[in-house]
């Protein structure tokens, strides 16, 4: 069996937990990561559940049995979601640490690969499916570990002050885990900008045929070395170019000459069903 996702649930963790409660025991694969068998889910997903915090389980890549890895999957992490504001909500975002410090998980200065595809695809089914959850849908920029040399993200719940997440919320992402599909004809960027929570690349992926990986915030650029940012440029697999979310974001010295620069309305608008638009038609960048 080909693994194309990985869905890895902490046991710990009270979406995770709650979410895998849904897609109750399916068959073994055969494989065994810790003593812990791999399940196939649907075809190409599998699911594995580990002990500990998400944010914790540093190189889980390199615990995957020979053939598991060799497909190469994209981990993904069904979470809470915490912040400061408590503020209740859905969000997608890549791993890694763009700074000097790493307060959550993985390595200063330290990014993992991303599917951008896959990202984009997450944001757009829950986003379809925000109105019967009654939550907002949004990428957050890149800011904690774990630390993986494979392709990895976080889906997550944040509901404030509530005692567990709202059963509508939980229900949205065990449905959408499991169908991930990367959708054709995505033109991929790296995101640069913008404030933490990333509207502006949130709303150019569910509008526009953008696809991105890793979402550097402006609060990321006050301390982004060059080495990062072509770290962050290197493991956004396909992109075309950065696309900054204001102009003065383009000065940066860390990122002269890594990329072109993109604007937003170089990628076709997307119809109710997700299909360029026929009247849309790529802008031309200068």
């Known amino acids: 069996m080909t693994t194309e996702v990985l869905l890895v649930v ?13 897609w109750g025991t399916p068959a ?23 002990p500990g915090p998400h944010v914790h389980d540093e190189r889980l890549d390199a615990r995957l049995p020979p053939d598991l890895l060799a497909d190469r999957p994209t981990l993904v992490f069904p979470s809470i979601h915490r912040s400061e504001k408590g503020v209740p909500s859905l969000t997608v975002h890549p791993l890694g ?24 695809d997450a944001l757009r089914r829950l986003q379809e499916g925000a109105g019967r959850v009654g939550l907002p849908v949004t990428f957050e920029a890149t800011h904690h570990g774990p630390e993986l040399a494979l392709p ?16 509508a919320a939980v229900r949205l992402l065990a449905d959408v885990l499991p169908a991930l599909e990367p959708a054709p004809g995505d033109r991929i960027a790296l995101g640069v900008g913008g404030g933490h929570y990333a509207p502006h690349f949130t709303e150019l992926t569910t509008k526009r045929r953008w ?17 990062t940012a072509r770290s962050a440029w290197d493991r956004t697999p396909g992109a075309d170019g950065i696309l900054y979310a204001r102009a ?17 309305g170089e990628a076709p608008l997307r119809d109710a069903r997700g299909a360029p638009t026929a009247a849309s038609r790529p802008a031309s960048g200068t």
Do not use: K, W
């Open 10 to 22: 902490a046991e710990s963790d009270p979406v995770a937990a709650r979410v895998v409660g849904r």
């Open 97 to 120: 640490n763009p700074g000097p410090t790493a307060e959550v998980g993985g390595r200063p200065r330290t990014l993992d690969p991303t599917d951008p595809a896959r990202m984009a």
């Open 152 to 167: 990895a993200f976080f889906v997550e719940i944040g509901y404030g002050e509530s005692e567990s997440p709202p059963a």
């Open 211 to 227: 696809a991105f990986g890793h979402l550097l915030s402006r609060h990321a650029l006050a301390e982004l070395d060059a080495a």
């Open 248 to 264: 003065e974001d383009a000065s940066h010295p860390a990122l002269q000459g890594l990329a072109r620069r993109l604007r937003d």
């Open 28 to 50: 073994a694969t055969g494989a065994f990561v810790d003593g812990t068998p791999v399940r196939a889910l649907r075809p190409r997903i599998s699911m594995l559940r580990r």
